[in-house]
């Protein structure tokens, strides 16, 4: 397939009518696996010898939210690189010089910011119920499985199975794994041609992963967000929504806040916390009456925190996750150092020093530090405790650079 991408990157260099087979907005593991393989497919059985050039509809930018799809690629080891973004190609150019056709994948209508381009779409495959209304007038396939990817599989074996390799099962299998949940009757969302077609694909490719190794591999994927910053937490699975020119975006952040319980009970110091009204049942806001605490005088109790968190990680044999065959003496050192890394990386700043008195023969009518301090935002703190922790995760591993 590697040859394949670059010949579609080459292919966006010339004037040529092009066919473009284009996910859905979201870019999930379905749409961009569905868009990949079709277009694959309907290049090498093209009697036009037309190639067919798949898009992923985000900007470049935006693939580190898709976790699942990262991890993907580098499995099959597809270079991101080889891809084509929507933010690389200029679909509303290419209709208006009338060199466009549109196959939609793992969706069957147009936002309404691509409604100009409506005119060029020639093909729908997808996998949700239909919405007559905006449905394209063209030949549209739909039908209720699990996964868009099975039916791009049944398009394959059914028309020309000489031409699906390894990569391209592998992708295909992998996604309808995950989009059905392992393929888990309890669950229910595998239908009976999920499961005929991941069991074709198996019969074909023996050497397969097995199927619970790749369905926890992208799931533990999917879900990871080390290494992204606030900003690309709140947009990985943002979901917007548009009512009389109003927009709304509503975001997931997979991450526990507990740390809050251990600073409303200090004692020791005391930090006289008062909650005050925040946007969100998930974000908790505090006034600090003693406001000689500092940040060096409250590290400890975050450190003890820590500790005590990190312990609770521990396997049952007493080593954190992952510590095959790690002694107990190596475990706890392992803690320690992770737990004093980010210690130090918090206190890396030297103690505040205390707000001057106010003068008593002041010249001017109002001292600026009655004031107080420069109120801070909790995204701008939400975003130091991100970027500390990105830093001390690329120290501790530098191969990951």
Known sequence: MEDYLQDCRAALQ????????????????????????????????????????????????????????????????????????????????????????????????????????????????????????????????????????????????????????RQTAALLHGTIILDCVNMDAKIGKATLKDNEYVEKLEALFPDLPKRKDIFDSLQKAKFDVSGLTTEQMLRKDQKTIYRQGTKVAVSAVYMDLEICGVLEQSTSPALKLTP?????????????????????????????????????????????????????EQADKELDKASNSLIAGLSQDEEDPPLPPTPMNSLVDECPLDQGLPKLSAEAVFEKCSQISLSQSTRACPSNK
Do not use: W
Request: some cysteine.
């Open 14 to 165: 010339e004037s040529r009518p092009l066919h473009v087979v284009l996910g859905n907005e979201a870019c999930d593991l379905d749409s961009m696996v569905s868009a990949l393989a079709l277009a694959f497919y309907l290049t090498k059985t093209s009697e036009a010898e037309d190639i067919f050039i798949p898009v992923l509809n985000i900007e470049r930018s935006e693939l580190p939210l898709r976790g699942d799809n990262v991890f993907f690629l580098q499995e099959v080891k597809i270079a991101e690189s080889a891809l084509i973004f929507r933010d690389e190609i200029d679909l509303l150019a290419l209709h208006q010089a009338g060199q466009l056709t549109l196959i939609l994948v793992d969706h069957h209508m147009l936002p309404k910011s691509d409604a100009a381009l409506e005119e060029a779409v020639a093909e729908v495959l997808d996998h949700r119920p239909i919405e007559q209304k905006y449905c394209p007038p063209c030949h549209v396939s739909v039908e209720l499985v699990g996964s868009c990817a099975t039916l791009v599989a049944e398009r394959i074996l059914q028309g020309a199975p000489e031409t699906l390799d």
């Open 276 to 328: 005050i009204p925040s946007i969100s049942a998930h974000l908790q806001a505090y006034l600090q009456g003693n406001t000689q605490v500092s940040r060096k005088k409250l590290l400890p109790v975050l450190q003890e925190a820590l500790s005590a968190y990190l312990d609770s990680m521990r396997t049952p044999a007493g080593q954190p996750e992952g510590a095959v065959g790690m002694s107990r």
